[in-house]
């Protein structure tokens, strides 16, 4: 913020939005201030074992502050906001929670900005404080005895008054911005936050994509066995008997035979059902276009499709339209289940540099992620090939599920 003089109309403008900025930041000086005695009481019962559940509690709150504090020195200072990252400190062991609260550098950047808070941000504010009844002496009153006096000269000799300038209320802008500034750098998380935020991402949808993979072949395994394998041995028992009543009763015999042609074909259905579970042959054949579009003509419920940049041609990875297939077909299965839904929708985009797929219905909510509804296995997809997933399904609907996959230009 620059101290040169600006018209006194100008400084008591940002004088007033700096104060405003100022004042907030005392109420939260003294909460910061009875807040790192707090930290330092849950720090004491943790050493003796006691304390060590508050820790992570007390790590989330501390979050929330400093989070209200980074949101509002950006706004003043007029940067974007993002959102800090943290390592999780919900769920697992507490063992493992503590130690997120002990190695997290952000949690340090949070408590050695408590105190500085505590003493800063009441400093600033009684300074801003003191300078309002000066700058309105120093500005208000004398400028204006001197601007008058400027211009009875003015009127005198026929020269234009000179325009004064605010001394002192131009350094409420000074001081608001001292504050947020330092608040922002002290808390912008560091570099190897980021990283380890990015880690711990990595390490859970690597996780997320072993034990899915793991669960796709148990469920081949179990499909094999139950099904197209039993019928294989079926085959052999009747294409056995056959042999051995074919000199005997050829009738008999041809009987067998004809059973087990219809069971050669039930074996090649299961396969193909198997291998469909793998990869739809219909994605090579007709892409991802034309395979949403058939899932669609399938579904249980009316289904309206929206397709964009995805029927020109350009083929996207076999990965993304494999993930982006089976999350439309999981989610259409869910509707014609469970949902109670009367229509459902489809929007397939493919945007410069990632592919949008949004479903939805107009069913009656409330799908549980813990339910076995197929949800969580769109989740660890998504996640595996470093795409997001966003669910919402409130009680009473409706239910929109969006994904996004990287695919790059």
Known sequence: MSTAPVPLTVAV???????????????????????????????????????LPALPEAAKALHRFAEFERRRAAAYLG???????????????????????????????EAVWLPFQALAGNLIGYA??????????????????VHLLDRRSSDEYGTPPPERHGLVLRWHPVLAELSASWTRSLLTPPHSAELAERITQLTESRAGAVEAHGAELRRIERDLHDGAQARIVA?????????????????????RLDEAQ?????????????????????????????????LAADSAVPVTVELD?????????????????????????????HSGATTARVRVD???????????????????ERGGSGL??????????????????????????????????
């Open 13 to 51: 403008r940002r004088s007033w939005h700096a104060s405003r900025y100022v004042f907030i930041g005392i109420p939260i000086a003294l909460f910061a201030y009875v807040a790192t005695f707090l930290v330092v009481a849950v720090l004491l019962f943790a050493v003796v074992v006691v304390g």
């Open 79 to 109: 940067v974007a906001f993002r959102p800090t990252p943290y390592l999780p400190l919900d769920g697992g062991e507490l063992a493992a929670r503590v130690r997120h609260v002990l190695t997290d550098p952000v949690v340090r950047r």
């Open 128 to 145: 801003t404080m003191v300078l309002w009844p000066v700058g309105l002496l120093v500005d208000g009153i004398v400028l204006g005895a």
């Open 235 to 255: 085959l052999s028992m009747r294409i056995g008997l056959a042999r051995q009543i074919l000199d005997r009763d050829p009738a008999a015999a041809r009987q």
């Open 262 to 294: 219809d069971g050669v074909d039930a074996a090649l259905a299961e396969l193909r059902h198997v291998v469909r579970g793998i990869h739809p042959p219909i994605l090579t054949d007709r892409g991802l276009a034309g395979a949403v579009r058939a």
């Open 309 to 337: 940049g995805v029927e020109d041609g350009r083929r996207l990875p076999a990965a993304i339209e494999a993930a982006a297939y089976f999350v439309v077909a999981e989610a259409l299965t869910n509707i014609g289940r």
């Open 350 to 368: 493919r945007a410069r540099d990632a592919l949008l797929v949004a479903i939805g219905d107009d069913g009656n909510g409330g799908a549980d």
């Open 376 to 409: 969580v296995g769109i989740r660890r997809r998504i996640a595996a090939l470093d795409g997001t997933t966003r669910i919402s399904s409130p009680t009473g609907g409706p239910t929109d599920i969006e994904v996004e996959l990287p695919c790059g230009s």
